[in-house]
């Protein structure tokens, strides 16, 4: 464990120059919080059931894969409150400035009788949803999400998205699944109470920024581009975080001591999304729920990478800059925006500057970021036309895990000639990185079965993968071929849409 | 007391057979259910976390704690040489000691205890103990554990006939082989223990586990106490499936050293990965066979081995390898059987009992060999499994038990018809015939499973029935309830006696000095035994309360009733609540205690044969899955289940069990992939790497249904046990996958399929069909006797 060692006036005379008090503000369910000093990297999970005393969310792994802790998460958006469902034992306790928490105490009545359940709770009874019941206050909070964002049974496939990330080990799910179902059956009840306007009143009072101290630990929450970057660059050593998706393990799992941490999620400059005729921008703190849907409407070939990138909860915290900035060789979205040719923009105090993505990354986990800069987001030339996509994320477990291979490839076709092929793999090499021998065995080849798959026979002069828990190297290397194959058939029923084609995918309920 | 008039009408079966919700419900969907960990520490309370080895095997030369005694909040680290009576926890045979003292035997195995003010400080203090260690060889290949017979029990056979002559008649001969892996219980709640001191020298431990009275027992032997200076609550478990039964007894016992040292309430919590990393789980196994056939797939005899690897210690392998042998031959009847079993010792932590305790990886080779035979003949499956199923006249187990009911036939008869088999066997032909991606399979597979404990003496239980004089009814038992619904069955049980609404019943923990010497909640047996026990108690009191009130009121026994929470007798009627009311105050006692012993079980394993259960119960499921050819990812879309659980006494419970179970089971046989690396150390350490089914694997069609039909043994209200068995209906999804592999080979040959059967497993297999293809299918078989042993 590297000691992280900080100094505390230095901490001090900087916090003192941006200006004001410590202190975090949020609602716990219909209580105002303030919080001054708390551990930095204290998860909201400990926070409510060391601190607090709410036992009724549960500690299931700590690492963000069961669900038990499922909590809603407020946000104020563009004049109205957003909800939706994270890891209390990711998100760390100062991002939860300016939001609302809720937890599953404020869904249950003092008397719990039955008629005092919350839809969601009694159609879980009512459907013998619950055996041990140590998962089901964590459904009960994935389904107040769903139940909050959807006025209507919203159809299976949503149900399963919004609850992939819910393990259960008792039920098989079935009675889960009839209950997201039936709890839209009942009478609608009001969710007025969601509304914490005193928050609001509250915070107009402070406008710099909020940030927590405990020690010489220190949690920063700028709110635009202008302090996080002075931020950044007083504090060096700082980590940032987001939805602390990956960070977060860090301190659950190997016990590592809080550096200085600063918090992107607020920062407006990095939340943005534009589509203009010259091209796409992404903020790189844009939450993947934040952007799937923009993100789709331009690539729609998209959607399923996006669906299978962790879990719902997951999707609500973590970012693209998070995802990319960590630089793991097994992150879904570098393949993909790679194949996409993104550029990533990079800025300090010293200036901005922008390269290809796939030149970020240098070595396992390290990547060209200096440290006063900041990852702002991520440029992606508009689409050509003709552009043919195709995403394939190959794992052990459909939903809420990690790829043993991730490919994206991107070409054109002109004249039934391939063009500008780029494929690019996640989980092949210690970087995600393009197949420089297969996109060039791709490249000019006309459109054909047999130009497939002699281009993913070049795999292996591209890649030498090693083996692990998730896959052999021998199955890395052959699906990655086969998955030629695959994009084959796929385009090609989309090309030829007059014949009838192969079915090409297995009939899975999360696909 | 062992037998019990049972009231069937309808109207007084109003409590048991009806679908009440499990008694928890409520609180559980408000997070209101209390778990150990939910409990507030005590102002002093201390929180243990244990120090892990760093090797897999080995010395261990020195222990270095001095940077861990000056971290902040560290208490006290605790040694072997704190226990103050046995340090070690086996459950049935010695070997697991408590702390390790000279020698590591698995990787992670702990050491030390560091005892500190908070969870996270005893934590990492547990990091910053240095061990020095002399490392040897570790054991971790089962085919050199086989070849150098190093076992951790003696093996056990059983025998039937003369199976070498059989083999050398029989017409075809086939052989096999398959690796089978083991898997993580992942309840939900992970392990955790409270140890208070009592004023009298004694400990009171608060501990999740299946197994209170072991607890008690352990607990006491550790401190050197009587059993009765340790009592053992539990009032619910956030899941156990087995990993619980043994498992839970070293955090309890290092609990209460810590707590006999410190004189304060300790706590131990293990983290996930921990949890992943130092409790045992299913075994895995190594299983061979040799089967002889006629031309028609009717088995002649089959000679079957099967290696579990046990891990380091004894455990429970006994047993579970027992069970395993006990269930090699499912549904099935072998004239000439030789099985065997062996113990094989690894160094990995000690695995241990998991729903079906061995049953599954026995069954596996019982449903290899007919699905085997079936391509080798070119015959449908489900023609060989109904072919072989016992049956009036072919009804001797290799262990001499013989079945007395037959339901199997008519269950499967009843799914080929109802999920139409047939016609989605001709459906699947054409759809593989043109699809050169996906490819689909169908299997149907019976379950039989035996029903006791194969250790005789467990087979008992005990219940207390407290009637206040409000007319309101607590009840104890011995059994523990971990989400299966156990206690909402006693209650549903005990309102049936007394014709009173079950809400009205309050069953919570269980307790060591309330019931003593109690059996794990284990081998399905919960509601048979205790719910017996219960039914006993609640009897004497409902006989009591008839003959006072006959004497009280002069009128015949006989005409008192109960019903619809009133009490009937010639010229009256009163409340069930006033007739407690009028009983106490003719001091009448309105408690019982009650007891239960199954009768007719037996098994001499000197002889290799007996009556080991009482009954069996039944199950079939008819899967339909897709293989992707060019990812090997695979998904289930049909599932049909028609399972027997004898008169239902709760159907929304008992179909959570099947539904759950075979979920489980599905999830054991593809994506739960436990690994270990090189050195020993588990790989597959947490929900990250290894992967339980998620709601999505849920099948899109999952039909299940209950055969009707009523325990031709006198069981609680003529029900079935429901635990275990439905996991096994899983293993149809295996063998949907080889029958959709056997696509390549034209039905002809199906890839052994060791499992997990993973996306990878599966692309090998392709791999394997389509050489075996390539090889045999062009030019065919010479037809007549086949010599493949």
Redo the contacts between chains.
Sequence with gaps: MDAVHFDLTCCLLVFDGIGGEHLIQFMLNDEYIELTTAAPNLSILDWLRIHQGKTGTKEGCASGDCGACTVVVGEYQNGEWHYRSVNACLMLIGNLHARHLVTIEALSPAAQAFDDLHPVQRALVECHGSQCGFCTPGFVMSLLALYLNHSQYPGKRTVIHALGGNLCRCTGYQPILNAAQRCFAYPRVSSDWLAPAQLLERLDKHTEVPSLTSGSHCFFLPQDLGQLLQLKHDYPDARFVAGGTDLSLEYSQQLKCAEPLISVSQCTALKRFTHTDTGTFIGSALTYGELVGDFCSIYPETRELFERLGSCQVRNGGTLGGSIGNASPIGDPAPLLIALQAQIEVQSLRGSRRMPLEQFFVDYRKTELADDEVIVGFHLPLRPDGLHLACHKISKRIEDDISAVCLVAAFELEHQQIQNARCAFGGMAAVPARAHHTELALEGQPWSLNTLKSAGEHIQQDFSPLSDVRASAEYRLQVSRNLFTRIWFEQQARIDNVNPSPVTRIQHAAL | MRHFKIEHSAKAMAQVGR?I??E????????????L??K?PPVDGLFGYPVLAGVTCGRIVTMDTSAATVMPGVVRIITAADVPGLNDVGPVFKGDPLFAEQNVEFHSQPLLLIVATSY?QA??AA?AVQVEYEVSPAQLDIHQAIKQQDWVRPPHALEQGNVQQALVNARHCISGQMHIGGQE??????QISIASPTEDGGMFVQCSTQNPAEIQHLVAKVLNRPFNYVTVEMR??????GGKETQAAAWACMAAVAAHVTGKTVRIRL???DDFRITGKRHPFFNRYQVGVDETGLIEAVDIELNGYCGYSADLSDAIVDRALFHADNAYHYPNARINGNRCRVNTVSHTAFRGFGGPQGMMAAEQIVDDIAYHLGIDPLKVRKRNLYRPGRDLTPYRQRIEQFVMADMIAQVESEARYWQRREAITMFNQ?????KKGLSLTPVKFGISFTLQHLNQAGALVLVYSDGSVHVNHGGTE????LNTKIAQIVAQVFSIDAELILVNATRTDKVPNSSPTAASSGTDLNGMAALNAANTIRQRLVEFLADHHRVPADSVRFESSRVYFAGGEMDFSELAQLAYVNRISLSESGFYATPKVHYDRDKAEGHPFFYFSHGVALSEV???L??????V?RVDILHDVGNSINP??D??QI??????GMGWLT?E?L?WNADGSL??A????Y????????P?E?N?SLYDSENPETSVFKSKAVGEPPFMLGISVWSAIRNALASLTDYRFAPSLSTPA???AI??AVAEARQWAAAHLHNPEATGRTTEC
Excluded: W
């Design positions: 679908s919700p499990h928890s419900a409520i609180k559980q969907v408000c997070g209101s259910a209390t778990y960990d939910d507030s996270e934590r990492k990091r219980h992942f309840y939900l709640e992970g619910r478990m956030g899941g156990g499936f983290a996930r990965g043109l699809s050169p991606l996906i971990m989400g299966q619904g897709e293989i992707d060019l990812t090997g990812e695979n998904t879309t929304a419970i179909i959570g539904e759950g179970g075979f979920i489980q994506t992939d690994r790989a597959s947490g929900p990250a790497t992967k339980i089914p998620a709601i999505g694997d849920t899109a999952f299940v993973t996306p990878e692309l090998n």
